[in-house]
């Protein structure tokens, strides 16, 4: 065996492994899904005859409805945090807007505990009367993806040569009308990575649900958290609530994967 042949074989284990380790969980919630309580009592039970009691209590359940609101609430608070983040990035990266501290402050607010932060919210939700609504959820969102996705996309507007933006204004673009069709496009790559990964911190995030949509707006990490009733965990009911949180954030990031990749691996290049 060559030493070539050799780390090749290497290489193939480490990825088998990787594999494994990532996809047991998956595996595992999904035949979970389709057992009936007593197959649950065997967690090694692979071979049975499959049951959608599971399926049907959840869909009974609203978790399709809890999973509407939690795409609603992500899709508002990325579409929101990927215009005003991209606009702040670009000021910020282009003519250093605030300064160095700025452009490592911005992110000051992840540091704090979400405890410090939900209370305000909530007491803003009560003065407003819109507590147990979306509105607060989304604004408490904006708090952590915001910053997240503008921190983001600060190295790619580095990467764009100012010599571009320039160019377009000799040719009688104006300043804004240079960034939104000369700039911009140059990072979309970095932009559909920010969103993908704003959209999954807000789709998953289940602190500020549970404070401030408890019940009847309740979000699909909250419904899912509901099946730890007071008889126990139902689990079979519990995995077929998790599959459904889990199958949209695979199906999107398989969809744009390409971008996500570009996008990750540009900013690593950048910083």
Known sequence: MTKAQAMSMVQGLFLLSALVV????????????????????????????????????????????????????????????????????????????GGAATRFGILAAQVLPPAV??????????????????????????????PVVTWFLIGF???????????????????????LLVVLPQVYPGLGAAIIFGFTLSWNDMFYGLILTPSK???????????????????GSMSAAILVAVIPVVIASFFIQKRLVQGISGGAVKY
């Not at 909530?122 to 607060?136: E, F, G, K, Q, S």
């Not at 707006?217 to 689990?235: D, H, K, Q, W, Y």
């Open 22 to 97: 990532v996809a047991f969980p998956l595996v595992w919630v999904t035949l979970a899904s389709f057992k009936t309580p007593v197959q649950l009592n065997d967690p090694t039970l692979i071979l049975f005859s499959p049951s959608l009691v599971n399926w049907s209590y959840v869909l009974e359940a609203g978790i399709l409805s809890a999973a509407g609101r939690s795409a609603f609430v992500a899709g508002v608070t990325v579409t929101i945090s990927a215009i005003v983040g991209s606009a702040a990035a670009y000021v910020i990266s282009k003519y250093k807007a």
């Open 117 to 146: 932060l939900v209370f305000p919210f909530l007491t803003l939700a009560y003065l407003l009367r819109v507590n147990d609504t979306l509105i607060p959820l989304i604004l408490a969102h904006l708090s952590f993806v915001l």
């Open 157 to 179: 507007f580095d990467s764009v040569p100012k010599s571009l933006e320039e160019q377009a204004r000799v040719d009688g673009f104006t300043r804004f009308k240079a960034f």
């Open 217 to 235: 707006s309740a979000i699909l990490p909250v419904a899912i958290a509901g099946f730890n009733t007071f008889r126990g965990v139902e689990l």
